[in-house]
């Protein structure tokens, strides 16, 4: 089979990728519920109902969405300068326990309106600290970021674990590895009554449309795009190659910061080495299938979160394991990928 | 200093060195073949779990080892396929090829010990692969313990570096798959095909990867359980670039590797108390990201890594 390059991209395939690339990692999908011996049909219509069958449910998901919207959002914006932050996961722990110690032992007596900002500022920052590290050894010693931001996920796992069992350690927690909690003035407002539903999903989705704004009317966000296009070029045309990267991974690193603030302040109000169930690994899909375009990545955020929350009640009601939403999900990358190099080739005849 | 000194002369640690060594030399290994060929394979650390699992699996259900270990080669090298197919035929990203397969290699390996294994409270257990002593090398003293009484999968990885090492620079095929990495259009003009070469490459590259995970179930732990393979994969990625890509080298680096790796775990039970555990455990990771950093200018990386091949464009 060879294939030849088309001579336009197909607008019409671009919008299609991401819908046939779902289609198809539901349906691969299916046959692994098949294997476990499950209809299949009502599977899925359990995942659905699961999702956004009651109020509980839509406001579960939404609440599942906020992280990942975020967490997309970094890597959509690292991935379009071709700088490669798989550190997400190591970044919203980072900004998570950044908020926890911050409320619980500086910043707690202050009132709502001030020290809200200040904690979302404080999350990104620490976000922002961890993935300037292998950019540095990037841009320094020329290495590969992609196994660094890895690696340095696990440190960052580790380095919670061990503020939690000391420093930040609960007292009231009974001995269970857990943060001390923010102060009540640092929870975020909730959206609706009676649900964990918060203002993370807002302030997730304004930073979506602040970021698509950068990227669409901005020099920067020109600059950006042309570094990770063509770097040797860009440099020709006289883009600040090193000073693009640090503003990239300044929002990038920002982000999956937030993301984990918002995850302690709207949630659960405390950190634990099980805050994110892979919600740095899960931004990737999202950037991916949202074809790295910010506003996308809200609906493929939306997406992921449908397949995590409703596989949690598919699973309870029929015996699947939950892990059949990160097995989709992750497909949906592949399919994704697929369908996105149609856009740009044909089968040759 | 007396204690450090006993951890270091007992025998115990240097058999424990081979022991750690024995996963990351499978996996470094692996990696190596493939960036030789010119595509980096970042489906490791999935790829590993996969092959844990499923090798675990097999023994579980009634499988000898040998037969089990084979298994999970045999999946590693279906994984190989499919990031062939998508990296090589489609000329897709690596980057994000690579983790693509490793969160579906990852998540589908959960998803099919949940299904199959029942819950409990102790994950069930199987009868691993047990040390073999070399006649004669296991008797001497200090040494023969330490090194030559292993089990078995650990003779085959060490003789597996030495055989790769010639492999690559002593056959016409080794030269054929370095070309392949370093220039597939030179590659083709000899008459080489950088495509067979590379899917080649990738299918036993990850092959190597399965047994790598399987490894860990079948002789260094002897039960399955999710995250188990706690980011060893990304380990070997950074131990290729230490190893220079070059077999012997990635011998004596996993080897280096597993020795701070077990020292840090001896020093950890002699310390516990006075730093925290957490400490000791970020040291391979800080200690890998230090190796790239001192090694990354030096090494001479394949020309051609990371670019897609495809005839006639350049």
């Known amino acids: 089979m060879r294939f030849e390059r088309r001579e336009h991209r197909s607008p019409t395939l671009i919008v299609a990728a991401p819908l046939l690339a779902v289609l198809i990692a539901l349906a691969l999908a299916g046959v692994l519920i098949a294997i476990a011996g499950a209809p299949v049909p009502e599977a899925y219509w359990h995942i659905l109902t699961g999702a956004f069958g009651s109020r509980l449910s839509a406001t579960e998901t939404l609440t599942r969405a906020a992280p990942l919207i975020l967490t997309g959002l970094a890597a959509a914006v690292a991935f379009r300068a071709r700088l490669w932050n798989i550190g997400g996961e190591g970044q919203f722990y980072l900004g998570a326990i950044t908020v926890a110690g911050a409320s619980a032992h500086l910043l707690g007596g202050l009132p709502s309106l001030v020290q809200i900002p200040l904690l979302l500022v404080l999350g990104a920052m620490a976000g922002m600290v961890l993935l300037l590290v292998p950019l540095w050894l990037r841009l320094r010693f020329s290495v590969d970021e992609v196994v660094t931001t890895l690696l340095l996920n696990f440190v960052a796992l580790l380095f919670v674990s061990l503020l939690i069992d000391t420093v930040l350690k609960d007292p009231l927690a009974f001995g269970w590895p857990q943060s001390e909690s923010v102060a009540d003035a640092a929870m975020l407002p909730k959206l609706l009554a009676r649900s964990r539903l918060h203002i993370g999903i807002i302030i997730a989705v304004v930073l979506a449309i602040l970021v698509h704004l950068v990227q669409s009317r901005t020099a920067f966000g020109m600059q950006s795009r042309a570094a990770g296009l063509n770097p040797s070029g860009a440099a020709f045309a006289g883009v600040p190659l090193g000073i693009t990267l640090v503003k990239v991974a300044c929002i990038s690193g920002g982000l999956a910061g937030v993301a984990g603030a918002i995850e302690v302040m709207g949630v659960q109000g405390y950190v634990t080495t099980n805050l994110s169930p892979g919600y740095g690994y899960s931004g990737i899909v999202v950037a991916m299938l949202a074809n790295l375009n910010p506003l996308g990545v809200v609906l493929a955020a939306l997406f992921a979160a449908t397949m995590f929350v409703g596989a949690d009640s598919m699973s309870r009601s029929m015996g699947i394991p939950t892990y059949i939403a990160d097995v989709t999900v992750a497909l949906s990358l592949l399919s994704m990928l697929i369908a996105l190099f149609f856009t740009q080739y044909r089968i040759a005849r | ?314």
């Open chain 2, 1 to 314: 200093m007396i204690a450090l000194f006993d951890i270091l002369a007992s025998a115990g640690l240097w058999a424990a060195v081979l022991r750690i060594a024995t996963p990351l030399l499978f996996g470094t290994l692996g990696a190596l073949v493939c960036e030789r060929a010119g595509v980096l394979n970042l489906g490791i650390e999935g790829i590993m779990t996969f092959g844990a699992m499923i090798g675990w699996y097999s023994v579980y259900s009634g499988a000898d080892l040998w037969t089990g270990f084979l298994i999970a080669a045999l999946a590693g090298g279906i994984f190989g396929l499919l990031h062939a197919v998508l990296t090589v035929t489609l000329g897709l990203s690596q980057h994000v090829t690579g983790l693509g397969v490793t969160l579906f290699a990852s998540s589908f390996a959960y998803y099919i010990f949940r299904l199959f294994v029942p819950v409990a409270g102790t994950p069930p257990t199987i009868e691993p692969f047990q040390p073999i002593d070399i006649p004669g090398l296991s008797s001497l003293p200090f040494i023969g313990p330490a090194f030559f009484s292993q089990t078995p999968p650990t003779y085959l990885a060490v003789a597996l570096a030495l055989i790769l090492a010639y492999f690559l620079f002593r056959t016409p095929l080794g030269l054929a798959m370095r070309m392949t990495g370093e220039n597939p259009h030179a590659a083709e003009a000899q008459g080489i095909n950088p495509m067979i070469v590379r899917y080649g490459a990738l299918i036993f590259g990850s092959a190597l990867m399965g047994m790598a995970g399987a490894f860990l179930t079948l002789s260094a732990f002897n039960s399955f359980f999710p995250t188990m393979v706690q980011g060893r994969g990304w380990i070997c990625i950074a131990l290729v670039v230490f190893s220079s890509w070059r077999p012997g080298r990635a011998l004596l680096g996993a080897l280096l590797f597993a020795f701070f790796d077990g020292f840090q775990l001896r020093l950890q039970t002699a310390l516990s108390g006075v730093i925290p555990y957490q400490i000791f455990l970020m040291i391979p990771y800080i200690l890998s990201i230090a190796a790239l950093a001192v090694m990354a200018r030096r090494a001479r990386v394949p020309q051609a890594l990371m670019q897609p091949y495809r005839r006639g464009e350049r």
